[in-house]
């Protein structure tokens, strides 16, 4: 399939005309707009157009999928149809964040400081999954795990999971460099920051619960507790905007003569101390507080936490809620060696599919633009990625979505009552048990049958009743 100038300027047609655009840029598989108006687009005809294979509205940006290899076409000829100017991706953001409200605008700021460490978590949880296959008891022999039986094994598997650690023992120096860039301050003091939050010399934050006597510093007779924030997020969060704020506010005042040897230092100097005297304390205590009350309900009603985080989690997508819940998983794997929301996530991942592959089969044989995007975008959903089934297909006509939620909730429920968790984050869809401790396999993987079987078979009989169907 070719991009013509035609089908290009039905689609500057059908989102409302080229006085609509904003802003536009491109990424590898879809057109990123910001649109004056969203409410003149046309979704339906829009979803018509040959080479558009689905439309969402996410973070202020209205995005239109053309597919790798031909939206780089698409685009300069949009570009030039409208006399627009190229933005850059970041101009887009900016320009996108303008339409947002104030707790959007905090949820894409999160999601703007966690997205750029993904895959050194997901890395390190892949690898830490090998290192749980050799080290798991009972994986492949009865009550022991590969290292008990082959010794010469056991070294291999200490490297990995020391090479497999290290992302969460320094996650503070992740964040650290994520947030003080967000923020608009230099990413090396954020990295500094953070891996001053995890230093040797501090008492580790996972000994502080079983610790007889914490060890303190006397600041001219004000006793400050000498621990880490090993697996912490909020306080290195929150110390990253002070380091930031303080870095620019000094960085347009300082001569830049001695810029050098006053901004870094006076900003890492006032930021330590306001870490470990109010930031550090006050922030932990919160972070342990939340993680308390989510693993309490998980808990106390584990069928109602399970149920409402997997037949909502989809939802969250939609509005990008979602990222929000990045900083939960951290903060769990840090505070309690797991994360019992992740596995439901992936059971959502592969919900999403599964409903979309149906709709595959629903589809005429005539009609196979739905048919290739409904298969391609399952196959997508169960390696994690939802949004070309979610937008494309199963958004498209409400029932595949729906049948979705009601199965991933189902394999919710499973999960939390059988209190299945991930020692990571990890890749999301069938891949997933790989992230999985190897204790809740069984589980995991029943839930995942629940997430294939039952929106498959509920999108196939309710496209039968359903008035909205595919031709």
Request: net charge neutral.
């Amino acid at each position: 399939m070719s991009v013509s100038k035609e089908s290009v300027r039905e689609i500057i047609e059908a989102i409302g005309g080229k006085e609509n655009i904003q802003t536009a840029t491109h990424c590898v598989t879809r057109l990123r707009l910001v649109l004056k108006d969203e409410k003149k687009v046309d979704k339906e005809r829009l979803e018509e157009i040959d080479i558009v294979k689905g439309s969402f509205s996410s973070n202020g940006q209205f995005q239109v999928v053309i597919g790798q290899g031909l939206v780089n076409k698409a685009y300069q000829i949009l570009a030039e149809e409208t006399g627009i100017e190229q933005a850059s991706k970041q101009d887009v953001k900016d320009a996108a964040t303008q339409n947002l409200n104030p707790l959007q605008r905090a949820i894409k700021t999160l999601a703007d400081i966690f997205i750029p460490i993904l895959p050194a978590i997901v890395t390190a949880g892949l690898l830490m999954g090998l290192n749980n296959i050799l080290t798991g008891p009972g994986i492949f022999y009865d009550e022991q795990s590969v290292i008990d039986v082959h010794p010469q094994w056991a070294d291999l598997a200490s490297i990995i999971n020391l090479i497999a650690n290290t992302a969460f023992v320094f996650l503070p120096g992740l964040i650290g460099w994520s947030a003080v860039k967000r923020f608009g301050g230099s990413p090396l003091l954020g990295i500094v920051l953070g891996l001053i939050l995890v230093h040797p010399d501090l008492m580790n934050a996972w000994d502080y619960g079983k610790a007889d006597e914490i060890p303190t510093w006397n600041l001219f007779g004000l006793e400050i507790d000498k621990i880490g924030y090993q697996g912490q997020v909020l306080p290195i969060l929150f110390a990253s905007y002070l380091l930031a704020k303080i870095e620019m506010f000094l960085d347009k005042r300082v001569h830049d003569s001695i810029k050098l040897l006053v901004v870094a230092p006076i900003a890492l100097l006032i930021t330590g101390f306001a870490s470990f005297i109010l930031i550090g304390p006050v922030t932990f205590f919160i972070g342990n507080l939340l993680t308390d009350g989510v693993v309490w309900v998980f808990d106390s009603v584990s069928w109602l936490g399970g149920l409402l985080y997997g037949g909502l989690y989809a939802v969250m997508v939609i509005t990008g809620m979602h990222h929000t819940f990045l900083a939960v998983d951290l903060q769990l794997v840090g505070s309690q060696g797991g994360t019992f929301l992740w596995p439901i996530l992936a059971l959502s991942n592969i919900a999403q599919g599964s409903a979309a592959l149906a709709m595959m089969f629903v589809a005429k044989k005539e009609n196979e633009k739905l048919r290739g995007l409904a298969g391609t975008s399952a196959i997508s959903a169960y390696l994690g990625i939802t949004e070309p089934a979610m937008f494309g297909v199963n958004l498209r006509y409400r029932y595949p979505f729906i049948s979705a939620l009601i199965g991933s909730a189902i394999g919710g429920v499973l999960l939390a009552m059988t209190g299945t968790k991930a020692f990571s984050i990890g890749v999301g869809g069938l891949p997933g048990f790989l992230s999985i401790i190897p204790e809740y396999w069984i589980p995991f993987f029943i839930g995942m049958a629940i997430s294939i079987v039952v929106p498959f078979v509920l999108t196939m009989i309710w496209s039968r009743f359903s008035k909205n169907k595919p031709v």
